[in-house]
């Protein structure tokens, strides 16, 4: 379910579409026909997930900026950049699993929670950054990352 402000998001970019058709002198389509174009289905609006969100997006400003073909394709990053605040969010909860002792600078948990996630890397995908993985590998990684903050908090919490 889309929060507020990609609620907003969805409108503000549905009237350009409508504002465009009519500059232009075309009728305004359907709006749920291009959802149907977008993602291959209807789908009220209240239902899109951010990934058909990000398509029918991408839809709308083809109709709105027809010329501009990075407007178009700037939804299409969006996923990727919600993997990326992902895995950053994540590190954060792996530097606190990982500290030693309560008195650890942020420099220094935060260095062990890369130093973590360098060797997955190294081990998986060839030593190459995050932001050179492919969607897939990157969701991988994900994962590894979420198992392995999952299994810090268990050993934590496990009684002597």
Not at 3 to 29: L, S
Not at 104 to 109: F, G, I, M, P, V
Not at 127 to 134: F, G, M, V, W
Not at 137 to 142: F, R
Request: charged share 30%.
């Amino acid at each position: 379910m889309p929060t507020p402000k990609q609620k907003a998001w969805y409108w503000r970019e549905w009237a350009a579409v409508v504002a465009e058709c009519k500059r232009a002198g075309i009728q305004v389509p359907d709006r749920h026909e291009l959802h149907r174009r977008a993602l291959g289905h209807d789908s009220s609006m209240l239902e899109l997930d951010n990934h058909e969100l990000d398509l029918v997006i991408a839809e709308f400003r083809s109709w709105s900026q027809p010329d501009d073909l990075q407007a178009q394709l700037l939804p299409a990053a969006q996923q990727r950049k919600r993997k990326m605040w992902k895995l950053n969010q994540l590190l954060g909860e792996l530097a606190v699993l990982l500290q030693q002792d309560g008195n650890e600078s942020e420099k220094t948990k935060s260095a062990r929670a890369n130093r973590y996630l360098w060797a997955i890397l190294r081990d998986k995908y060839g030593n190459r950054p995050p932001e050179d993985l492919r969607d897939a590998e990157l969701s991988l990684l994900l994962v590894d990352l979420t198992r392995a903050i999952s299994r810090r908090r268990e050993s934590v919490d496990e009684p002597f």
